[in-house]
């Protein structure tokens, strides 16, 4: 099985019901910080392991480090911060040294925080440098600019898992490599996805899965942008394709409760890190991965994997893949040679489209069933 990222798989859980029950009764005496649905996501990912080496919200070496190098202060690669924006009124109220209690927005204590340090950061400039540009009209950027100007940074003890949705569908880390091992994967394949697959996402994943033993689809289940599908929709038609073509023992549909950043090839990298967490020893990078409108080049999560120090999980690099009408069958920019007008693509923008009209795209986009299971929801798309 393959390690963990830092070689350790973190758990942050009081396992204790004792020692839980006296920790919930102290939490109920520290100040309090209400978490909004990302950090809540962020925090069980840390305590499940799925964060792994992290151990806590990141503290100021770590986050300058993540920021301008890529790596955390002791060199293992990571490109994302986690962490924990306050306003600088909250910051005021709350000492380094002491413990916080963290809890849900209806005010559900979830864990503790030891608090290590309180320090301020620059957010423009720092937009710039995780997204590659300071612009509002950026989705993540948006979202980043609108957090408080101070973080909070130290270790977490979890107590109690909030409430998730589609919870039926989750699996820990801890779970996959247990199920993992119990099925005889070797090679495990990883795939993200924010959408329901049409023909192309097909076609990545059983290639990939021709050289390995198992396939593990990890939709991202969290907040989205205006436009995205609605997570039941992916779920759903997920079900119905893995249960229509694929062998059932060999590919498991499970989520990671995650909001997107929409930072494009930093958060490939970081995805690619999550899924050697849960076990994968491959991860497929296909087209355009977390990225948003024309704020990445198309295939710069690609070309960010040849910059940084091998992470210990393989990229498997796709082109995008489309139906040939001379092929009479799925194939990519490498393996076919025929003309632009014999390619139907499946085209995100094509695919809602149709859908948005009530309709299903041609079959050579989506499959018929997959359609169907989209277009039985009463709105698919998240408004």
Not at 135 to 149: I, M, R, S
Not at 301 to 324: R, T, V, W
Not at 357 to 378: D, F, K, Y
Request: glycine share 8%; proline share 6%; charged share 25%.
């Amino acid at each position: 099985m393959i390690e963990p990222h830092g070689k350790v798989l973190v758990n942050r859980w009081v396992k204790d019901v004792v020692k839980q029950g006296r920790l919930l009764r102290e939490a109920q005496q520290l100040p309090q910080i209400r978490l909004e649905e990302k950090q809540v996501k962020d925090l069980q990912n840390i305590a499940d392991g799925a964060y792994s080496p992290l151990t806590g919200f990141m503290r100021r070496h770590d986050f300058l480090k993540v920021t301008n190098d890529m790596t955390l202060e002791d060199g293992t690669v990571w490109t994302l911060p986690i962490i924990l924006p306050v306003t600088q009124a909250v910051a005021e109220s709350l000492k380094e040294g002491t413990s916080i209690a963290l809890s849900d927005t209806r005010g559900r204590l979830l864990a503790v925080m030891e608090l290590a340090e309180i320090y301020d950061y620059g957010q423009a400039a720092v937009a710039e440098k995780l997204y590659g540009t300071d612009d509002p009209a950026h989705p993540g950027v948006k979202t980043f600019l609108e957090k408080g100007e101070v973080l909070l940074a130290g270790d977490i003890t979890m107590l109690q898992r909030g409430v998730t949705a589609f919870s039926n569908y989750q699996l820990a880390p801890i779970e996959t490599r247990v199920l993992f091992e119990q099925k005889g994967w070797q090679r495990v394949v990883g795939f993200q996805t924010r959408n329901p697959p049409h023909r192309g996402h097909e076609y990545l994943q059983k290639s990939a899965l021709e050289g390995a033993d198992g396939l593990l689809i990890h939709p991202k289940i969290g907040r989205k942008k205006a436009g995205d599908f609605c997570d039941d929709v992916i779920l759903k038609s997920y079900e119905v394709l893995i249960e229509k073509y694929f062998p059932r023992d060999r590919v498991v549909l499970s989520i990671l409760p995650a909001v997107m950043r929409y930072m494009g090839p930093r958060e490939a990298v970081f995805d690619a890190i999550v899924r050697k967490n849960y076990g994968c020893t491959h991860f497929i990078v296909g087209r355009d991965h977390a990225g948003v409108g024309d704020f990445y080049d198309s295939f710069a999560a690609h070309k960010i994997f040849s910059q940084i120090d091998g992470i210990g999980i393989e990229p498997l690099f796709f082109d995008f893949a489309f139906y040939c009408t001379r092929c009479g069958g799925m194939v990519s920019g490498k393996t076919c040679p025929h003309t632009q007008a014999e390619r139907i693509d499946p085209s995100g923008t094509k695919i809602r489209s149709f859908l948005e009209a009530g309709e299903p795209p041609p079959a050579e986009m989506m499959r018929p069933e997959v359609a169907q299971a989209i277009l039985e929801h009463n709105d698919p798309f998240v408004r």
